[in-house]
């Protein structure tokens, strides 16, 4: 990402009603890049008029299974630009792209371990296991096609994922809440 907030170079945060939306933009704009909420039924159209140099997409409340559950346009994650998924951001791009989105036994909420599951470009420079911040009880249950299990925990078989080829990486957890350097330098790999 760039070093100067300007709105020429600026990141999307695709709003599915994170209570840590504008969190994700704050830390965006402390790594000096300027950043914009939008809302999750945003366009492909429209996210490409915007030409934004990367997207983020929140988390959210709801299930991806639900009747009503907000979605993502899949041509967005078609256009060639890096996306980078959260928690529901994770789930939602998942199913836009052939993936599956399951109910776990057993959801995980606050502190959880995870462990590197293979090489990965957003974790790069990080330790192979470290503490994130999950609160969830869906849970990706199968990649879409030609993505990697990047982590895992005991009770979350993908706590990320990633298709480096399309600049698409997701994780199940929330780096940047409580673990200020490590979802600094998640967002600076990405």
Same mark, same amino acid.
């Given at each position: 990402?760039?070093? =100067?907030?300007? $709105?020429?170079?600026?990141?999307?945060?695709?709003?599915?009603?994170?209570? %840590?939306?504008?969190?994700?933009?704050?830390?965006?704009?402390?790594? &000096?890049? @300027?950043?914009?909420?939008? $809302?999750?039924?945003?366009?492909?159209?429209?996210?490409?008029?915007? /030409? *934004?140099? /990367?997207?983020?997409?929140?988390?959210?409340?709801? =299930?991806? %299974?639900?009747? #009503?559950? *907000? =979605?993502? #346009? $899949?041509?967005?994650?078609?256009?060639?630009? $890096? +996306?980078?998924?959260?928690?529901?951001?994770?789930?939602?791009? /998942?199913?836009?792209?052939?993936?599956?989105?399951?109910?776990?036994?057993?959801?995980?909420?606050?502190?959880?371990?995870?462990?590197?599951?293979?090489?990965?470009?957003?974790?790069?420079?990080? *330790?192979?296991?470290?503490?994130?911040?999950? =609160?969830?009880? #869906?849970?990706?249950?199968?990649?879409?096609?030609?993505?990697? +299990?990047?982590?895992?925990?005991?009770?979350? *078989?993908?706590?990320?994922?990633? @298709?480096?080829?399309?600049?698409? %990486?997701?994780?199940?957890? &929330?780096?940047?809440?409580? &673990?200020?350097?490590?979802?600094?330098?998640?967002?600076?790999?990405?």
């Amino acid at each position: 990402m760039a070093e =100067s907030a300007t $709105p020429e170079q600026k990141v999307i945060v695709v709003d599915f009603g994170a209570q %840590y939306g504008q969190l994700i933009a704050r830390r965006v704009r402390d790594l &000096h890049v @300027y950043s914009e909420i939008v $809302p999750c039924d945003i366009t492909a159209a429209e996210v490409r008029a915007m /030409a *934004p140099a /990367a997207i983020i997409l929140s988390g959210g409340p709801a =299930s991806v %299974y639900a009747e #009503d559950a *907000p =979605s993502i #346009d $899949p041509e967005i994650l078609a256009l060639g630009i $890096p +996306v980078l998924g959260f928690c529901y951001g994770q789930q939602a791009m /998942a199913v836009a792209l052939g993936g599956e989105v399951g109910h776990t036994e057993k959801g995980e909420y606050g502190p959880a371990l995870i462990t590197r599951a293979s090489e990965s470009a957003l974790f790069d420079g990080t *330790p192979g296991e470290q503490t994130v911040w999950m =609160s969830h009880r #869906d849970a990706v249950s199968r990649v879409p096609e030609g993505f990697t +299990v990047s982590s895992r925990t005991e009770v979350c *078989p993908v706590a990320s994922m990633e @298709y480096p080829e399309r600049k698409l %990486y997701a994780t199940q957890f &929330h780096p940047e809440v409580r &673990h200020t350097e490590f979802g600094q330098t998640m967002l600076r790999n990405f």
